[in-house]
T-cell receptor, first 114, second 116 residues
């Protein structure tokens, strides 16, 4: 399977703490993206990091990318109850440039305890 | 942000009937749309890539005669589950790609299909 792996599969933390999720992938990529999914809903794009970038920030989100290790991490700082959701990484394979076919990771279910 | 409308949100049907799911890009032209299937607490599995005006490209293992995809315009793609059976029960999600808006995808809200 070309699907990426995420860990942990599930994470429960107290509100206000930071949450870190990791993603590993197998191919050479153009970019890596993180998406969020609330239960029974579609996905919402959070952040995109290109293969030539190492770190990116957006509000309370911080993403890192290590192409040598084929891994990425998503950090959510000062977590809130509303951050409870599943988070997926998705990679755009370098051979699919222009068509944006993404391969999704297995996902991390994040629960923020009020 | 760009909006993708997917409906119905949920559908219950009898075994053997066909179900059509629509995916519309409301404020942009989507040259490419993707259809995914998702089982509870699992990731998204790509079923097919739908390009406007051409035949869909199906992923390995996905029956093209079972899951008919039509992308007749730049704003509409449909997925028809033909002769549905209980094993087809799943959450189906579409996404659309807008080349003008970076490389991110915009997703519909999904359709929960239950086949009795």
């Amino acid at each position: 399977s070309q699907q990426g792996e995420e860990d942990p599969q599930a994470l429960s933390i107290q509100e206000g703490e930071n949450a870190t999720m990791n993603c590993s992938y197998k191919t050479s990529i153009n970019n890596l993206q993180w998406y969020r999914q609330n239960s029974g809903r579609g996905l919402v794009h959070l952040i995109l990091i290109r293969s030539n970038e190492r770190e990116k920030h957006s509000g309370r989100l911080r993403v890192t990318l290590d192409t040598s290790k084929k891994s990425s991490s998503l950090l959510i700082t000062a977590s809130r109850a509303a951050d409870t959701a599943s988070y997926f990484c998705a990679t755009a394979d370098i051979s699919n440039f222009g068509n944006e076919k993404l391969t999704f990771g297995t996902g991390t279910r994040l629960t923020i305890i009020p | 942000g760009a909006v993708v409308s997917q409906h119905p949100s949920w559908v219950i049907c009898k075994s053997g009937t066909s179900v059509k799911i629509e995916c519309r890009s409301l404020d942009f032209q989507a040259t490419t749309m993707f259809w995914y299937r998702q089982f509870p607490k699992q990731s998204l599995m790509l079923m097919a890539t739908s390009n406007e005006g051409s035949k869909a490209t199906y992923e390995q293992g996905v029956e093209k005669d079972k899951f008919l995809i039509n992308h007749a315009s730049l704003t509409l793609s449909t997925l028809t589950v033909t002769s549905a059976h209980p094993e087809d029960s799943s959450f189906y999600i579409c996404s659309a790609f807008d080349r003008r808006r970076d490389e991110k995808l915009f997703f519909g809200s999904g359709t929960q299909l239950s086949v009795l």
